[in-house]
């Protein structure tokens, strides 16, 4: 496609952007190098070892949430849109209840379920971080199924069903190789979001006693000056490199199975 | 187009109310009575109770006192602003970056930046804005140094206008990570098309490109409204006594300092996911309206 | 998000005090004075191997150095659970884990004055050895709860944004103030807050049964244009958007410390309207770690524990006591500022404040009332 040249609405709309992006960084940056000397705050927060243990953990759940909650998701947001329309309204309401849940109630909630038999997750090291699993897929919920549901609004799933199954494929060889590989853009954005949700996540992981990055970085900001602003820059732009890490791992996005077309 | 949505109807069971085909759906609603029921059901319950444990309906009688009804309204109206103008600019950043013909790695660069913004909340946003426009913030001494005293002027970041301005801060990169796929799937062609039938570019957007995407762009201002609704901790820090919005409310209850009524605050959550399924409802009327002139 | 306490100690229990201490001295004790763990106490806890706690910041009258010495002294591991948790998520968390053995569970909580007797049927009774120098004001008889630490409400003042600090709560109405003072926590919620709109009474006519003149008083510090309407915490005050913020002292002294000068805090108790705000210790009925638990009260409670809190500016409850029996070293003493003559409300007293306060605010100081100019 011949892209058109970029006019200059679209870059002043690009750099304003940019502007309301940046200025709370840069502040939040100016500020954290006041504290004696300039990088004591971000000296003081890499030091420990436990930064390491905590992100990687943090990181490893990110990425089993992400999956988990893909399974999930992608089938259910892929018949919704096929076969039960009716139950739109339904799923979407379910997917927005997260919002509404309060992180503390969400937590103690499970805990009271789910620390007794017959399911007693929090009696084991496994079955706590199982459980901490669950409790993000269900705060990813409402941007994960939106992501999907938007990105499978974008290509004519009913025709490529069609044609799948014209060919003999199975519901799971649809899903798997005719839906997934078209909808890259949108599960890279949810898998952003999601893995943004997971690093920065608070409170579940401190109830559920769970060794994760946010009670950590939450630990390091616990009433210094300087230090927290240090250390929200330091999430920010670990969780930055992530994000750019998981891109590239998604680069061949651009194609497209064209129905009709050259293809 | 239509051709292929005609074949459609081989595919499309006849309506019935629950026909077998919502078996599809049952990990999804498994998944949720497991993981969701269970605290809502721990909502639902204490909504009626009082202190003492004794079931009552006072506490939903307390959501008509001014304070939270006042606070109800509040929080709607702010979630509702950054809604609306998180989602237009949202989008209009997203086409930018997709087909306003800027170079492809600031697409790359503003969609890796947005998950991460998108998740950047509570203290550290809040304060981060402070440091920025609070009245010793970087931007206000600047502006100062210009003769400008926008805090004389009346301008202050601790109002509602300042909550909002903040909110905006994960409300544009929500919009423009979950609109780009939909932007994505504005073919080319069709531009080009409309263009050889000499439509102009407004033209273009009126009749092709926004009935496209109305249902997206929609639905993700749903997600936006949701998202800032049930934000808390940035406007605590932001507006501690105040703006009363109901996520401070309700915190206040549950897992407040001084000992209050936690089954007033689970009723102001089940008032919250009232909002939520009215506005799941005013979505889906206008959904439907929208697809009407799509055929 | 701070975590604001409060509590209640009356005066009078102090002279009842130094009396109690006297006659603990001549009657037989079966443990010392200066408190300490039976050996069989200890050798359970350590089979236990393991304990929970809650809501403990590092900085909070010392924690991170009381929590380090336990560690060291009786070689258990110390399980920390959210460390900015408020009173009511304490409470919470020991409802949601009444069936949970795991790690989840605290055994113990440091809560609010207000939360003991409303939730002692959560508790389990104890009483350390040194129970009898714990005032009786700030006791439950049965050994449910028992006082900890207390403070007394100052103003901590960023003196590279303000090099004048205030000296009194009339100071808070000067102009050269406008946009500066700002209140730890929302008054509607937060202990901190509240009790310093409860202590502003006391400078302006009001009077421990009597709270209203503080809201009066807000009201005209917001009228002043002198009100920020902003939680103020360390981050907030270092960067000068609450320049003047009102604060239990040994916040203000942590923090002081914490900055060493750059910039300097400077931490000043009124010279009237002195509140002095109390917290409280328990044990959950549902602790995993039972003796633990017990063997971190009586660590607490002896004197080693109790002159670390003195170190975090907390004036441990036992501080008559060890005074009177001369433990107390000097320096350390000298450390704390200057809070003769604050008072401390009961428990009655402390709740009819509370709930003038909360729902009085909107009404007299909210919204409606003339802010900063929108």
Not at chain 2, 94 to 100: D, N, P, S, T
Not at chain 2, 113 to 127: D, I, K, M, Q
Not at chain 3, 127 to 142: C, E, G, L
Not at chain 3, 263 to 286: E, L, M, N
């Amino acid at each position: 496609m011949r892209r058109r040249r970029g006019s200059i609405a679209w870059w002043l709309i690009f750099l304003l952007g940019v502007l309301y992006f940046f200025l709370p960084l840069v502040a939040t940056l100016d500020f954290s190098l006041k504290a004696q000397p300039a990088l004591a705050a971000y000296t003081n927060a890499l030091k420990d070892p436990k930064f390491l243990t905590s992100l990687l953990y943090s990181l490893v759940i990110g990425l089993l949430t992400i999956a988990a909650s893909l399974a999930l998701i992608v089938p259910t947001a892929y018949w919704v849109q096929l076969r039960v329309p009716r139950a739109r309204s339904l799923v979407e309401f379910v997917t927005l209840l997260p919002f509404v849940i309060p992180a503390v109630v969400l937590v103690f909630g499970l805990i009271r379920v789910y620390s007794r038999p017959p399911l007693p997750f929090t009696h084991t090291d496994i079955g706590s971080s199982a459980l901490l699993v669950a409790g993000y897929i269900v705060l990813s919920l409402p941007y994960m199924y939106r992501a999907v549901d938007t990105g499978l609004r974008a290509i004519d799933i009913r025709s490529l069903t069609e044609a799948a199954q014209s060919m003999g494929a199975g519901w799971l060889t649809i899903i798997l190789r005719v839906i997934l590989p078209n909808l890259r853009a949108a599960l890279l954005s949810g898998a952003f979001l999601t893995l943004a949700i997971v690093l920065g996540e608070f409170t579940i992981a401190n109830f559920l006693a769970r060794p994760a990055f946010g009670p950590y970085l939450n630990l390091l900001s616990q009433s210094k000056a300087y230090e927290p602003a240090a250390v929200s820059l330091i999430s920010f732009g670990l969780t930055w490199l992530a994000m750019i890490f998981i891109a590239f791992l998604g680069r061949e996005a651009r194609t497209r199975i064209e129905i009709g077309g050259a293809h | 187009m239509t051709a292929i949505s005609e074949r459609a109807a081989p595919l499309a069971r006849p309506a019935r109310r629950f026909s077998r085909s919502w078996l599809g759906l049952a990990p999804f609603f498994l998944f949720a009575i497991f993981f969701i029921g269970a605290p809502v059901t721990y909502l639902v319950l204490g909504s009626f109770q009082d202190n003492e444990g004794q079931t009552t309906l006072q506490n939903y009688a307390d959501l008509a006192t001014p304070g939270i009804a006042n606070a109800f309204l509040i929080s709607i109206e702010v979630s509702l602003v950054t809604a609306v103008i998180g989602g237009v600019f949202g989008f209009l950043l997203a086409y930018a970056v997709i087909l306003g013909g800027l170079p492809r790695v600031l697409r790359d660069a503003l969609m890796t930046f947005s998950g991460v913004a998108s998740n950047f909340a509570g203290v550290p946003l809040a304060l981060a804005f402070i440091f920025t426009l609070g009245q010793l913030g970087m931007v206000t001494v600047f502006l100062k140094n210009f003769g400008i005293d926008p805090y004389a002027s009346g301008f202050t970041i601790y109002s509602k206008l300042g909550l909002e301005l903040v909110y905006l801060y994960f409300q544009f990169p929500l919009m423009v990570l979950i609109i780009a796929p939909a932007i994505d799937g504005l073919r080319p062609e069709w531009r080009e098309a409309a263009e050889n039938m000499g439509a102009s570019s407004l033209q273009y957007w009126q009749r092709v490109a926004l009935p496209i995407l109305f249902p997206a762009i929609l639905g993700t201002m749903i997600l936006l409204f949701g998202n800032a609704f049930g934000a808390q901790a940035t406007a605590y820090q932001l507006t501690s006594g105040l703006i009363p919005l109901v996520t401070l409310l309700i915190g206040n209850q549950i897992a407040g300092d001084v000992l209050h009524n936690p089954g007033l605050g689970y009723a102001m959550a089940m008032g919250m996911v009232a909002v939520m399924g009215a506005s799941i409802l005013v979505y889906t009327v206008l959904q439907r309206r929208a697809e009407r002139w799509r055929r | 998000m701070n975590r604001s306490r409060s509590r209640a100690f009356s005066l009078l229990a102090v002279s009842g005090l130094v009396f109690a201490a006297c006659s603990a001295a001549a009657t037989p004790a079966p443990a010392p004075a200066g408190g300490g763990a039976p050996e069989a106490l200890v050798t359970a806890a350590k089979a236990e191997g393991t304990l929970t706690t809650i809501a403990l910041p590092d900085d909070w009258c010392n924690y991170r150095e009381v929590i380090d010495t336990f560690k060291a002294k009786y070689g258990l591991a110390v399980n920390e659970l959210d460390p900015g948790a408020s009173s009511g998520v304490e409470i919470e968390a020991i409802k949601a884990n009444k069936d949970n053995p795991g790690p989840q569970a605290p055994d113990v909580v440091d809560v609010g004055f207000s939360f003991g007797e409303d939730n002692k049927d959560l508790f389990e009774p104890y009483k350390v050895a040194t129970w009898d120098s714990i005032p009786d004001a700030a006791k439950n008889t049965d050994g449910l709860w028992w006082g900890d630490y207390y403070g007394v409400m100052s103003f901590t003042t960023n003196t590279a944004i303000q090099p004048n600090p205030p000296k009194d709560w009339s100071d808070l109405l000067k102009p050269e103030y406008k946009g500066q003072v700002a209140l730890d926590g929302d008054p509607r919620a937060s202990n901190q807050a509240i009790q310093a709109v409860y202590a502003a009474a006391l400078a302006n006519g009001g009077s421990l049964d009597n709270a209203q003149p503080g809201l009066d008083f807000f009201k005209k510090v917001v009228e002043a244009g002198n009100f920020v309407p902003v939680d103020a915490n360390p981050g907030t005050i270092t960067q000068g958007a609450t320049p003047i913020a009102l604060r239990w002292s040994y916040n203000g002294l942590s923090h002081r410390d914490a900055t060493a000068g750059n910039p300097t805090i400077d931490v000043t108790v009124p010279t009237s309207g002195r509140f002095g705000g109390v917290y409280i210790q328990a044990i959950s009925k549902y602790a995993p770690h039972p003796n633990a638990a017990k063997l971190w009260m009586e660590y607490l409670y002896s004197d080693e524990g109790q002159l670390l809190w003195l170190k975090g500016y907390c004036n441990p409850i036992r501080y008559d006591d060890m005074v009177a029996r001369g433990v107390v070293p000097a320096d350390l003493a000298a450390k704390l500022p200057d809070s003769t003559g604050a008072v401390f409300p009961t428990p009655a007293q402390l709740a009819a404040a509370t709930k003038l306060i909360t729902e009085g605010w909107d009404k007299t100081v909210g919204v409606d009332v003339v802010v900063p100019p929108q």
